[in-house]
């Protein structure tokens, strides 16, 4: 905790390649996230899939991505003084909201039958 009090910027998990993954939403993001640290990711993630999220940089999935988006990154850590990440950008990715939105839609399907 103390190190994400005095980060600006926080780097999410960029090797899933290595593992032949392309899409994930690993913990440590959502958790970046709910501290309001703009994040590096190297992946699809499955709750920011459709959204535009200037919070998210999102490099490619490979070996070199650090490397090719470098310039990137760096224009990322310098705007990120100026990104702010409201709740509302965020809410749907907590277990909370998730188990929220499950009980209404199962609700529905009770409702139905």
Do not use: W
């Not at 999410?12 to 958790?31: D, F, I, Q, V, Y």
């Not at 990711?41 to 535009?52: E, L, M, Q, V």
């Not at 990104?83 to 809410?91: L, Y």
């Amino acid at each position: 905790m103390q190190i994400i009090k005095k980060s600006d910027v926080a780097i999410g998990s960029l090797a899933l390649h290595r593992n032949n993954m392309n899409e994930a939403c690993p913990l440590k993001t959502r958790e970046y996230l709910k501290y309001g640290l703009p994040t590096i990711i190297g992946y699809i993630d499955s709750d920011f899939i459709d959204a535009d999220a200037p919070f998210l940089l999102k490099l490619t999935n490979e070996e070199e991505s650090i490397k090719k988006g470098l310039s990137s990154i760096k224009q990322f850590i310098y705007d990120s003084r100026s990104i702010t990440i409201q709740k509302s950008d965020v809410q749907h990715i907590f277990n909370d909201y998730k188990e929220k939105k499950r009980l209404e839609f199962m609700t529905k399907l009770f409702d139905k039958s």
